[in-house]
Structure formats: C-alpha cells, structure tokens
C-alpha cells in the first residue's frame, strides 16, 4: 500500500536497491544513541551494508517516506511466529519532527491482524515517549526479556539494556501465552 499526507511524501516498500539511502538514514539517525546506549552495543557504523542486507534476507521488510524523490525515512515490519515487529525505525535527522515516523509506523500498522511488538533501548527515552504517543504500551519489565529472546535475535547485552512495547497492553500473564503460542 502507497500512501500521501500533507508533506507530499509518498511511502513505498524499500528494497536492496535503497541499501544505500537506507544506510544513510539509519546511521545518521542512529548517532543519537551514541553515549546514550551502553559502549559495548555501540558499532561504528552503526548498521552495516551487510547487517542490512541479513536484516532484509531474514524478512524484515522495509517501508520509505519520501519527499522530492528522496527517501526521507525507514521503518521495517518483520513477521516472526505469531507476532509482527517493528524494526529500524529511522528519520533523517533533518526530517525529525515532521511526522514521518507516526506516518511509517501507521502504515505499517494499518491492517495488522496480530499483535505488534517494538524493542527499543531502555535508554533511549525519546523512542519510547514517541511509541507512547502512538498509542503503544511498555511492556512489564518482568516480561521483557522472555520476548526479547523469543522473537528477537540480539545478544544478551541487548536483551539486559532493551524494553519492549506492545500494541496492546499484556495483562499478567500474557506475555507468557503469547510465547506459548509462538509455536516453538
């Protein structure tokens, strides 16, 4: 699905063609968690050519924003068992605050069928505050780490420092029926 809002920007599935542009937007837009998340989950760049292209070959698929022809923002959506996840969600920082985000994440939410979940980093205050805003809710702490390492691959590290947001909040309990119907 495309779609136009009053910026004139278009979305449209990105792909390996977009690698470049993509790269550009996730490592600019990613500076700043530098010396915000911990050192050691720091890489520089901190998405690579071929991180993206296992990202895309592990099913993440990529919607773009674009204004005057150039993409302006990525965000993916990835299936994994019984869910769907958001992944690398990026503006270029000079688009930041323009509603480019809210715009991606609303259309890759449009027809979800299934529950959305959204791993950011516990530090980046500012992501978390602007999944709120869009009507996500922060998972229990005491649930995080199960769905971290259910439905993401990431190093421990990642999984000690990440929260997770859902698009509906999980009761007690739920978190641990939803893995149980992961299918594993």
Same mark, same amino acid.
């Given at each position: 699905?495309?779609?136009?809002?009053?910026?004139?920007?278009?979305?449209?599935?990105?792909?390996?063609?977009?690698?470049?542009?993509?790269?550009?937007?996730?490592?600019?837009?990613?500076?700043?968690?530098?010396?915000?998340?911990?050192?050691?989950?720091?890489?520089?760049?901190?998405?690579?050519?071929?991180?993206?292209?296992?990202?895309?070959?592990?099913?993440?698929?990529?919607?773009?924003?674009?204004?005057?022809?150039?993409?302006? #923002?990525?965000?993916?959506?990835?299936? =994994?068992?019984?869910?769907? /996840?958001? *992944?690398?969600?990026?503006?270029?920082? &000079?688009? +930041?605050?323009?509603?480019?985000?809210?715009?991606?994440?609303?259309?890759?939410?449009?027809?979800?069928?299934?529950?959305?979940?959204?791993?950011?980093?516990?530090?980046?205050?500012?992501?978390?505050?602007?999944?709120?805003?869009? #009507?996500?809710?922060?998972?229990?702490? =005491?649930?995080?780490?199960? /769905?971290? *390492?259910?439905?993401?691959?990431?190093? &421990?590290? +990642?999984?000690?420092?990440?929260?997770?947001?859902?698009?509906?909040?999980?009761?007690?309990?739920?978190?641990?029926?939803?893995?149980?119907?992961?299918?594993?």
């Amino acid at each position: 699905m495309d779609g136009r809002d009053q910026t004139g920007g278009d979305i449209r599935r990105c792909g390996l063609a977009d690698s470049e542009d993509m790269l550009a937007i996730i490592n600019a837009a990613a500076e700043a968690y530098r010396g915000v998340i911990p050192p050691d989950c720091w890489h520089d760049p901190y998405m690579s050519a071929e991180d993206l292209a296992s990202e895309l070959a592990d099913g993440v698929l990529f919607s773009g924003c674009l204004a005057d022809a150039r993409l302006i #923002g990525v965000m993916g959506m990835q299936r =994994r068992h019984n869910v769907d /996840l958001i *992944r690398h969600a990026y503006v270029r920082p &000079e688009w +930041q605050g323009h509603g480019i985000g809210s715009r991606l994440l609303r259309h890759l939410c449009h027809d979800a069928d299934r529950p959305i979940l959204i791993g950011t980093w516990a530090a980046a205050d500012w992501a978390i505050r602007f999944y709120e805003r869009q #009507g996500f809710v922060r998972v229990a702490d =005491r649930d995080t780490a199960a /769905l971290l *390492r259910t439905y993401w691959t990431i190093a &421990e590290r +990642q999984v000690a420092t990440s929260v997770v947001l859902a698009s509906l909040p999980l009761a007690p309990g739920a978190a641990d029926r939803l893995i149980a119907r992961a299918g594993f």
